[in-house]
């Protein structure tokens, strides 16, 4: 079995968890694929021209799965859309489209028996790539299941299912999960499945995993429940993530929600500049290895070793992380400025913008509203280089305590607490500083990576979710954890940062409150 070549400390939930240089590892691979796209998406291929094109991105698939394995990638993951592209409608998918046997039904390598199965020259193809480089190969495809709507009123008119899925292969080229998108993105394409799927699969390496796709990743479900009522530490996700500032590139939400529920995510992402596609990485819960480019034209490989998180494979009751639980941090940051950092650290029993609380003395009357990530924030300024304010939209109070290198650059401190309803419908519950783009009140929720300004903070909000998903994004798109973060008097939760060597660009609480999405 491999292990782990260096020492990592870790302090999860107050615990601190030696990982011992004897630690079970596996190395795993993440491809960033620049996908060659149908130029007319909404024009029906048929099956011979659809293979045509899908072979140029499996070719390009092939190559790297042979690097992954030459650096010992044990288990390898594309992402959502990458052999065939998008802006499909439903008719002009279906040259495309293959039947995927239920793993649980059917045990089948499409590359020892090739001709089981009628039009499965993809899964042939993929099949092989694991076979043939002896790992586990994750890739996401279109594909049909026929239904009779006599027995199934989700039926559709056309009598088939049209999925967005995930297909896992073995290392011996056996197809081992099969996971259906839950929660479509726009996808005129594919149908939702008609129940929820939860899907895991195990391996000789690392146990169990479980597998979702992108816009997945903000449910309950699969996601959260995956992680939270199923105890899974490691997940595979395949995404076509369409990057947005402050709050939601794609590299900065898949640390937020690695580090938040205290597991491994394996992240694919498409490249497509022309959409603003592009971000993944390989994320364990303390740190991460990253490529966000927004400027090249060419795929990434990453390749990294990583510790087993999953607590059944290696007898460790230590590794059942507590997910949305906070973090206190072992390590001791350089200190940016000489001055004392314990407000930043200490409990405040969650007294935020309360009238009888020593802290609301810091509010500001000077309050605005922005529209950031379509949303309507209110937002109250920094000013000065240090400082105490706090901000509150119903029940939703943050509060800042901060002290930063100058005051040249504009940051605002904002609260947003209601439905999202722009590209999608969810509840959120959020507190964010943010580095603006100019010097008017409406440049706060404008688009920049970039930043000077050093930041010490301790950010601070209360929640009627326990679903919080903390997050730091620093100049350059680089990616940090906080010092300390976890809740305190109840319904409040905090996260602080002293000593970062980037300019801050977004720290932000981010809270789904799933059972409200619906209301």
Not at 77 to 105: C, M, W
Not at 196 to 213: N, S
Not at 333 to 356: A, I
Not at 455 to 467: E, I, K, P, Q, S
Request: hydrophobic letters at 35%.
């Amino acid at each position: 079995m491999a292990r782990m070549l260096d020492r990592l400390v870790l302090c999860l939930s107050g615990l601190q968890l030696i990982l011992a240089a004897d630690h079970p590892s596996y190395v795993a691979a993440v491809y960033e694929h620049r996908v060659l796209l149908n130029p007319n998406p909404r024009v029906p291929l048929d099956r011979r021209s659809a293979l045509e094109h899908m072979k140029q991105n499996l070719r390009v698939f092939e190559e790297q799965t042979a690097l992954a394995a030459q650096q010992g990638a044990q288990i390898i993951v594309f992402p959502e859309d990458a052999i065939h592209g998008f802006n499909f409608t439903r008719a002009s998918i279906a040259g495309y489209l293959e039947t995927v046997p239920d793993p649980q039904k059917v045990t089948w390598s499409p590359c020892a028996d090739p001709l089981r199965f009628p039009d499965t020259e993809v899964l042939h193809s993929l099949s092989c790539m694991a076979r043939n480089n002896s790992l586990f190969l994750v890739a996401n495809m279109p594909s049909r299941q026929s239904c009779n709507r006599t027995s199934d009123p989700r039926c559709p008119e056309d009598s088939q299912y049209q999925f967005n899925t995930n297909v896992v292969f073995s290392d011996q080229g056996i197809i081992v999960a099969r996971y259906h998108k839950q929660n479509l993105y726009f996808e005129a394409a594919f149908d939702a499945p008609p129940e929820c799927e939860y899907v895991t699969f195990t391996t000789p390496f690392a146990g169990r995993f479980g597998v979702f796709t992108c816009f997945d990743i903000l449910f309950r479900d699969p996601a959260v429940t995956l992680v939270k009522e199923m105890g899974i530490r490691q997940i595979v996700y395949p995404t076509a993530w369409m990057n947005q500032l402050p709050l939601m590139a794609a590299v900065q939400f898949q640390r937020s929600f690695s580090h938040a529920t205290g597991i491994t995510l394996l992240a694919a992402n498409v490249r497509a500049a022309e959409y603003g596609i592009t971000g993944s990485g390989i994320f364990t819960p303390w740190d991460s290895l990253i490529h966000h480019d927004t400027e090249g034209n060419s795929g990434k490989l990453l390749v990294r070793r990583v510790p087993v998180l999953d607590p059944s494979f290696i007898g460790d009751d230590r590794l059942k992380l507590v997910p949305f639980s906070g973090y206190q941090n072992s390590k001791e940051p350089e200190k940016m400025h000489v001055w004392p950092t314990s407000s930043f650290n200490s409990n405040h029993d969650g007294k935020y913008c309360q009238k009888d609380s020593e802290y609301a003395e810091g509010t500001s009357s000077t309050t605005f509203n922005s529209i950031m990530m379509y949303d309507n924030f209110t937002l109250v300024p920094l000013q000065g280089t240090e400082g105490n304010i706090s901000i509150c939209s119903g029940s939703v109070c943050c509060h800042l305590l901060f002290r930063r290198s100058d005051a040249r650059e504009f940051y605002a401190l904002g609260v947003f607490n209601g439905l999202h309803v722009v590209h999608g419908t969810f509840y959120l519950e959020i507190c964010a500083l943010v580095r603006c783009t100019g010097e008017h009140h409406n440049s706060c929720g404008g688009e920049t990576e970039h930043a000077q300004t050093l930041v010490d903070f301790r950010l601070a909000g209360t929640f009627t979710t326990t679903h919080v998903f903390p997050g730091i994004l620093g100049s350059g798109m680089t990616l940090d954890v906080p010092d300390h973060s976890g809740w305190e008097g109840g319904n409040g939760f905090y996260m602080s940062r002293t000593g970062m060597s980037a300019g801050l660009v977004t720290a932000v609480l981010y809270g789904r409150h799933y059972e409200k999405d619906n209301v």
